[in-house]
């Protein structure tokens, strides 16, 4: 389906957490909710690479279920960031990458 030889997927995708638009092809897809399989009616977000690098770097557990948990569909990006920032306890000043 998705697997055509000769035309790679040229669309420009915006990476979630950054902004930054990329193609498509190199984008990493997020599903808030947890199943990639499940393709059937869903609309995938992005992540570009880095964005996606630096989620690892986090606890995964549960974020998929809190993150459904505090969207609703009359929020705002920035008060579900909000909302988001005080589920997991950030503002904390312990955030040091632990890269290198
Ligand atoms: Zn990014």
Known sequence: MWRSRKSR?????VCI???ESLLRE???EY???GNRWDRR????????????DE?????REG????LVSIESDELSRAEF?????DAVGAGGSTERSERD
């Open 17 to 19: 957490a950054c902004g």
């Open 31 to 33: 599903d808030k909710e």
């Open 26 to 28: 190199d984008a990493r």
């Open 55 to 59: 989620l690892c770097h986090q606890p």
């Open 41 to 52: 009616d869903k609309e995938f977000e992005f992540l570009c690479t880095s964005c996606d």
């Open 63 to 66: 974020l998929e279920s809190l």
């Open 81 to 85: 960031i909000d909302r988001y920032a």
């Open 9 to 13: 997927d040229r669309r420009t995708v």
